[in-house]
């Protein structure tokens, strides 16, 4: 079944505690994205990445770092997480320059940051 | 810099309705596509339909269809004969292609639609 699994799910945590929101795809997808929703403000884009070992900054990417070392891996890293990150995440992938395809989302991460 | 804007905060419609989800936007780009997604209660993005910026006709799949009006810059979601199912948060969507290649999505603030029995 073609997919974007993310994991966890849920997580409670304390300022300042490393974490590592983890995100995979069998789709062979190009390109992943990752986001967060607030309320009010919709969905936002924090990084993406075009193909492997290529990355860049979405529009909120502050408190945020990513890697691509394999095309189906896409982990988020709060490196120093404070409570204004507490949100929803999403990552998504899609075929690159596919314009008129969907992109994916996992299930969503909620995190919260104490 | 591309800008979704949906006007309606939440909406309630009788079950068995058709019920129609605004949706404008803003865009420089010649080529863009619009999306639209369905988030329940459960929180998972569910893809509905899809509507390219030169296509000719209105998209549709079953029940849901695309008012798109280029000139108007809308792109509005139709849900014809309404089900208790489709109560959820709605968003519309659009991708373009930044000079750097990222197809992100910009998305609208969302319509949370509740459907009375």
């Known amino acids: 079944e073609a997919q974007v699994t993310q994991n966890p799910r849920y997580l409670i945590t304390v300022t300042g505690k490393k974490l590592t929101v983890t995100c995979s795809q069998n789709?062979?997808?190009?390109?992943m994205s990752w986001y967060r929703q607030d309320p009010g403000l919709g969905l936002r884009q924090i990084y993406y990445?075009?193909?492997?070992?290529?990355?860049d900054k979405g529009d909120v990417p502050e408190g945020y770092k990513v890697s691509r070392k394999e095309k189906r891996n896409f982990p988020l890293i709060l490196e120093s997480p404070s409570p204004n990150q507490t949100s929803l995440y999403f990552c998504?992938?899609?075929?690159?320059?596919?314009?008129?395809?969907?992109?994916?989302f996992g299930d969503g991460t909620r995190l919260s940051i104490l | 810099a591309q800008k979704i804007t949906q006007t309606q905060p939440g909406m309630f419609v009788q079950e068995k309705e058709a019920v129609t989800l605004d949706c404008t936007y803003d865009?420089?780009?010649?080529?863009?596509?619009l999306f639209w997604y369905k988030q329940p209660s459960s929180g998972e993005m569910i893809f509905l339909i899809y509507?390219?910026?030169?296509?000719?006709q209105n998209a549709t799949e079953g029940r849901y269809s695309l008012n798109f009006q280029k000139a108007r810059k809308s792109a509005n979601l139709v849900i014809s004969a309404s089900q208790l199912g489709d109560s959820a948060m709605y968003f519309c969507?659009?991708?373009?292609?930044?000079?750097?290649?990222?197809?992100?999505?910009?998305f609208g603030t969302g319509t949370r639609l509740t459907i009375i029995p």
């Open positions: 990445s075009m193909n492997v070992e290529v990355t």
């Open positions: 969507a659009m991708r373009g292609i930044s000079n750097f290649g990222n197809e992100k999505l910009t």
């Open positions: 509507q390219g910026s030169y296509d000719q």
């Open positions: 789709m062979n997808h190009e390109y």
């Open positions: 865009t420089s780009d010649p080529s863009y596509g």
């Open positions: 998504a992938s899609s075929f690159a320059t596919a314009s008129n395809q969907p992109q994916h």
